[in-house]
């Protein structure tokens, strides 16, 4: 096998590094900066040039190699390159090639060009390391526009209101998707210190995003009436919002998420409005990307795994389930996603 899955995690016995291990490791090759997939502790990491500003910031003094989307390196007796996942900036899948055979593991990924991070690369392959956090059919994504135009419509109305609108987003990737699309015509934007941070890192990147103001202590929220403001989702569920208003002029409230298609989800959030949208694949994506891999041989991580791998199964595949520690998208463990968390949560 070109890669072995251990305790450790995803393994290259050619190369002898590991591919976004959970324990820590000699040689990681990581596919993007979220918690759950760039931890701490290793001694040598890997990664593309997109990605590192915001591994450095989580995981502070690390060894960090770079490269390009594309770039042949050899490890040992391995091949490797990144190649674009379209989950956030800088995401890669990470394709392995041994004595001609190649394999990649996906990381986490959606194939809809979202017009902020690199467009998803199908990567032809005997074997897929695949995710499948919406792996169910019941996940169907509707078109980036239409969500956002309902977003802007959903601020529209609060902002005649006289009412905040206060929308949870993860800090790295789905926070800086809404705000690359948003209309920022509309109002003013503030953002949770979590998200302005990653805000920052990626503005200096040269990545372009309207202008937003960091909630600090002595922010005057009423000089930003009808404002469009970005929380983690964590932080609506504490003191944090009071800022905002109570009563008559209490803010409007939503969450946007793959996991608002489910009824359950969405009332257990109580939130007013819950806005469609993931930065990983539908069930349609999942299905299409495997299919464009030409890969016989399929590995499915985190997520509906059983229904995934049967189905799978039922089309023809080699298919088979691994345990990781990659979680996807979680919005009960949200903080997760934030860029000055510790660095061991998952996102």
Not at 109 to 136: M, N, R, W
Not at 256 to 274: C, E, N, P, Y
């Amino acid at each position: 096998m070109v890669l072995e899955f251990r305790k450790e995690g995803i393994y290259c016995p050619a190369g002898d590094f590991y591919i976004d291990p959970w324990r820590p490791v000699d040689r990681a090759l990581i596919t993007h900066g979220h918690a759950d997939h760039a931890r701490p502790g290793h001694n040598r990491y890997l990664a593309t040039h997109a990605a590192a500003p915001v591994m450095r910031h989580r995981l502070g003094d690390i060894t960090l190699q770079t490269t390009d989307f594309g770039t042949k390196t050899t490890i040992g007796d391995a091949v490797v390159s990144f190649h674009p996942a379209g989950h956030v900036p800088g995401s890669a899948q990470i394709r392995v090639e041994v004595g001609g055979e190649v394999w990649v593991a996906s990381g986490d990924y959606k194939t809809t060009d979202d017009g902020f991070s690199e467009p998803f690369e199908p990567v032809q392959c005997h074997a897929f390391i695949t995710e499948c956090t919406f792996g169910l059919p019941v996940f169907k994504w509707q078109p980036q526009a239409v969500v956002i135009r309902q977003i802007n419509d959903w601020w529209r109305e609060n902002q005649a209101a006289g009412r905040a609108s206060v929308l949870g987003a993860y800090a790295l990737g789905k926070a800086q998707r809404i705000l690359a699309n948003v209309d920022a015509s509309i109002g003013p934007i503030l953002t949770h210190a979590a998200i302005e941070n990653t805000n920052e890192i990626l503005r200096a990147q040269g990545l372009a995003l309207p202008d937003t103001k960091r909630i600090t202590p002595d922010l005057d929220i009423k000089a930003n009436p009808g404002a469009l403001v970005l929380a983690t989702p964590s932080a609506m569920n504490g003191a944090w919002m009071k800022r905002f208003g109570t009563g008559a002029q209490s803010p409007s409230t939503a969450f946007a998420s793959g996991w608002m298609a489910l009824r359950g989800v969405r009332r257990r959030r109580a939130a007013d409005r819950g806005f469609i949208m993931s930065d990983h694949a539908d069930w349609t994506e999942l299905n299409t990307a495997i299919k464009q891999t030409g890969a016989e041989r399929v590995f499915a991580t985190h997520g509906y795994t059983q229904v995934f791998c049967k189905w799978l199964k039922e089309q023809g595949y080699d298919a088979a389930i691994v345990e990781t520690e990659f979680e996807g998208e979680n919005l009960d463990q949200a903080t997760e996603q934030t860029t000055d968390q510790p660095a061991e949560a998952a996102s």
